[in-house]
């Protein structure tokens, strides 16, 4: 859950109107695996992506996002993203 809480509050430093340009909605914070010390999960309503955003930071500290269509396909993922390159990547949402 504070990981959630900390890639939320990361995305709204860089950028506090991004979340809400996102559509974002349906929060979820995912629990810690062998390869993740936990994540964010939320559905968006953007340009180029409605469907699922899932933000995972890897015990290396960095993270990997996955944008998910709404039929469940895996449409991009980017790996060993720095916390400060989070809205560039996440703007994918948007078309930019």
């Not at 430093?13 to 995912?30: E, M, P, R």
Request: negative net charge; charged residues 25%.
């Amino acid at each position: 859950m504070e990981i959630a809480k900390t890639i939320i509050e990361q995305i709204r430093y860089a950028d506090k109107w991004a979340l809400v340009a996102y559509g974002s909605s349906n929060f979820i914070a995912l629990p810690e695996s062998k390869e993740y010390q936990g994540g964010l999960q939320f559905q968006v309503n953007g340009f180029q992506l409605k469907g699922t955003v899932r933000i995972q930071l890897k015990w290396i500290d960095t993270y990997s996002i996955t944008f998910i269509n709404k039929t469940e396909e895996v449409i991009k993922e980017v790996e060993d993203v720095y916390c400060d390159e989070l809205i560039s990547i996440l703007d994918y949402i948007e078309g930019k």
